[in-house]
């Protein structure tokens, strides 16, 4: 989708972090917005400012973790914007510490969140996107789940869902007009889940900004690129070695200290 001025996005997750990046860049491209979160209040302010950039915003709300609530976020967003062009599956939440300590309800919404709630948006707009023959639907995955993060085992596992799911439903849809992109940031500086914690990236992992990954974005679209990693470090060989050998790049990622880094990221340390 080359030309993005005065297409529809829904954008989730718009109320913090990356969110209000993704909008304001989207946005800047002429791109009209439904964005969602679970409150009002954190949204409608974002929507006002970005009416005022000449873009139409509307703010509505949605906890996933809440089925029928994801299946009507989908049903106005398309109502607000007469239809939906662009899917910018940027909500998640985190649900870090050690695995066999962790409560099942914190599995179950994890997994909804994180996983059911971009699949069940995706299922409810896709049909439209087909049947104009034009489409995209960006899901907003990390370095996580191309290579899984110690005491955050959970997360790691729904964001590596969500790239092969885009994988094999971007072959799925080929020569339909839709695409499919997913994005893999490494650990987000400024703002966010991992800025929340206060502590500096691993110096041999790398990190980005978040303005680094709204352009990232906006790019995959006009691009139509599949899968966009983003961070500061070329990560790819480093992935590649471990599909390769993941025996050694188990051994490699324990010298480098990135166990012990998440350990102390979750204050186990
Ligand atoms: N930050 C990083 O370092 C990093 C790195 C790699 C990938 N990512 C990915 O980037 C995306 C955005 O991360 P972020 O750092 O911006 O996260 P964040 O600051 O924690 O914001 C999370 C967003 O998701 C929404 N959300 C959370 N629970 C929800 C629920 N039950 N129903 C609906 N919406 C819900 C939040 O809305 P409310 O305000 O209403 O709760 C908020 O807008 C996530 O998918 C994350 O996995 C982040």
């Not at 109320?15 to 002429?30: I, K, N």
């Not at 940027?90 to 510490?97: K, P, Q, R």
């Not at 993060?149 to 729904?158: E, L, M, N, R, V």
């Not at 502590?199 to 990232?216: E, F, H, Y």
Request: charged share 20%; proline share 6%; with cysteine.
């Amino acid at each position: 989708m080359r030309q993005l001025r005065g297409k529809n996005a829904l954008l989730t997750g718009a109320s913090r972090g990356l969110g209000p990046y993704l909008a304001r860049t989207l946005a800047a491209e002429g791109v009209n917005l439904a964005l969602s979160a679970t409150r009002l209040e954190s949204i409608q302010e974002l929507a006002a400012s970005l009416e005022q950039e000449g873009v139409k915003a509307t703010p509505l709300t949605a906890d996933f973790t809440v089925a029928p609530d994801v299946a009507s976020l989908a049903e106005r967003a398309e109502e607000a914007l007469q239809g939906i062009d662009i899917l910018v599956n940027n909500a998640g939440i985190e649900s870090e510490g050690l695995f066999m300590e962790q409560d099942p309800d914190t599995i179950i919404r994890t997994v909804r969140v994180n996983c059911t709630a971009p699949m069940r948006l995706t299922h409810l707009l896709l049909p439209a996107m087909v049947r104009r023959g034009e489409g995209h639907i960006v899901n907003m995955s990390s370095i996580a789940g191309k290579r899984g993060a110690p005491y955050d085992a959970i997360y790691s596992g729904t964001k590596a869902a969500l790239i092969e799911w885009g994988n094999a439903l971007r072959m799925e849809l080929a020569d339909t007009g839709v695409f499919v992109s997913t994005i893999c940031p490494g650990y987000v500086t400024e703002v966010g889940m991992f800025a929340r914690f206060g502590i500096d990236p691993p110096r041999l992992i790398g990190s980005c900004t978040p303005q680094q990954v709204a352009a990232a974005t906006v790019r995959a679209i006009k691009l139509q690129q599949p899968e966009v990693i983003v961070n500061s470090r070329p990560l790819r060989p480093l992935l590649a070695f471990g599909q390769l050998f993941p025996t050694v790049a188990d051994r490699m990622l324990r010298a480098a200290g990135i166990p012990a880094f998440q350990k102390r990221k979750v204050g186990r340390g």
